[in-house]
């Protein structure tokens, strides 16, 4: 392959990345949405007026996790 080859090979590989990240965050957006809603009718708090942190979605460790007799 010559480099204009491999250098159109890696841009499309780039825009292919890109779309689907933006695909990504489309749908992401479209998911915490239907989960306002979802919420707001439930009488609940709106997820876009709480703080998420990484703890809220972290699993507790298992019992044999927490006791190592």
Do not use: C, Y
């Amino acid at each position: 392959m010559n480099n204009d080859a491999v250098l159109t090979k890696a841009l499309n590989e780039i825009a292919r990345l890109e779309l689907i990240n933006f695909r990504q965050s489309v749908a992401i957006e479209q998911l915490q949405n239907e989960i306002s809603i979802r919420d707001q009718m439930k009488g609940g708090q709106n997820v876009n007026d709480t703080t998420n942190t990484s703890t809220e979605h972290e699993q507790k460790p298992s019992v044999s996790e927490e006791h190592n007799d």
